[in-house]
């Protein structure tokens, strides 16, 4: 059993925007895999099972907002017992460009309100993540508040490059499931996350 856990706010006025970029993911995983998400309030979540080869997998979306995604994950590794390296927390960077990934074991939260909770209540940060870009394409620094960017929503031009970036996650996740952290890794962290066939 592993957990995939998808980082965004419930709200449906947020749905797509740039810091619901791990929603999204997870909406995809469930459509991909006719997993049906329903709402169990004990772990303040939206949740999904799937079976991807063998691997059974929960998917996760905390409804607690971004910045108390700690509350959901913690009840969620302390009810199924899972290992933190069984955990894959997806969410959005406004550091890397739009269209780039980077998957990661551990790491700090890197200004990440949704990581920083989950580290602060698992009491570490020995879990792995995959960090997907939100930053602009064509601009060295934001015009606007890092506040108000990340809840706006992809322009045009970014929309077709964030779709092919959603697929290209729920690739590694399952290579995560199946082939474990190493494979993923490689495959996976390079250039605007193209894979190596």
């Not at 580290?119 to 995959?130: C, E, S, Y």
């Amino acid at each position: 059993m592993k957990i995939i856990v998808g980082l965004g706010n419930p709200d449906s006025q947020y749905k797509f925007t740039r810091h619901n970029l791990g929603f999204m993911v997870v909406d995809r995983l469930a459509e991909e895999n006719q997993a049906k998400m329903k709402r169990v309030q004990k772990f303040k979540s939206l949740l999904g099972e799937v079976n991807i080869s063998g691997i059974e997998a929960i998917l996760a979306k905390p409804i607690t907002y971004m910045n108390r995604s700690g509350e959901a994950v913690a009840r969620l590794m302390e009810w199924y017992k899972i290992p933190l390296p069984e955990l894959m927390v997806i969410c959005d960077d406004i550091n890397l460009k739009v269209g780039t990934m980077r998957i990661r074991r551990k790491g700090c939260y890197g200004g990440h309100r949704g990581l920083e909770s989950i580290i602060d209540l698992l009491g570490n940060d020995l879990f792995p993540r995959m960090r997907l870009g939100i930053s602009p394409l064509n601009a060295e620094r934001l015009d606007s508040p890092i506040s108000s960017y990340v809840l706006d929503s992809f322009t045009k031009e970014e929309k077709e490059i964030v779709s092919s970036v959603i697929d290209r996650a729920c690739t590694a996740c399952i290579v995560w499931l199946k082939e474990g952290m190493d494979t993923a890794m490689n495959r996976f962290n390079r250039g605007k996350g193209e894979t190596i066939n």
